[in-house]
């Protein structure tokens, strides 16, 4: 955990040496960066857990197997999008930027 920590100060350190626009456009890109890597985490933890719950489900009710399958792709559709929605953001974040 230490070393994750002084990598992020380090990167930080090299992208904040600027001035100005530059300085806006650094914790821009930190901004988009970090946002993006938690919107991931929480997409993929949210997928595990529906992964683990249909299966759970099927296990306990092979009948319902169908069901809980069309189910689990809709909520794993979902989850996704709130990913894509990130990814759209950061990336407006980056070139679009509205502070600039």
């Keep these: 955990m230490k070393k994750v920590l002084f990598l ?3 990167i930080a350190t090299a992208a904040f040496a600027g001035e100005g626009d530059s300085m806006i456009k650094a914790y821009s890109v930190v901004a988009a960066g970090m ?11 949210g997928m595990g ?27 794993l559709a979902m989850i996704e ?12 974040a980056l070139y679009a930027n509205p502070f600039l």
Excluded: C, D, E, S
């Design 81 to 92: 999008a709130q990913v894509i929605y990130a990814l759209v953001i950061a990336l407006i």
């Design 35 to 45: 946002g993006l890597g938690l919107a991931a985490l929480g997409g993929a933890i």
């Design 49 to 75: 857990h529906t992964a683990a719950a249909t299966i759970a489900g099927t296990a306990r009710n092979p009948g319902l197997g169908g069901k809980l399958m069309t189910t689990m792709f809709i909520a």
């Design 8 to 10: 992020i100060v380090a």
